[in-house]
């Protein structure tokens, strides 16, 4: 279940919602005049967030390739690395 906090605790209770972060690896959602306004989140748990988006954008890349035909064996391309070295 999502945590959601009032604008207001992010400079009243910093610490609590720093801890929750940190040990949950959950974002909190910060409400501003009772509409939802940030996510906020241990630096972490962003770069575990921003990686999978990383990921997910060569895996799209990779499947691109394989419809457009534009892959090699792995055979090959391990042959081209070790000439390299």
């Not at 906020?40 to 575990?48: A, G, N, P």
Request: aromatic fraction near 10%; charge should be negative.
């Amino acid at each position: 279940m999502p945590v959601i906090r009032p604008s207001s605790d992010l400079r009243n209770k910093y610490n609590e919602i720093s801890e929750f972060c940190n040990e949950y690896n959950e974002p909190v959602f910060i409400t501003r005049n009772g509409q939802g306004d940030l996510a906020v989140m241990s630096i972490e748990t962003y770069e575990k967030l921003v990686g999978k988006f990383e990921l997910y954008k060569l895996l799209d890349e990779g499947m691109d390739a394989m419809q457009e035909k534009k892959v090699r064996s792995f055979k090959d391309a391990l042959s081209d690395i070790q000439k390299d070295l």
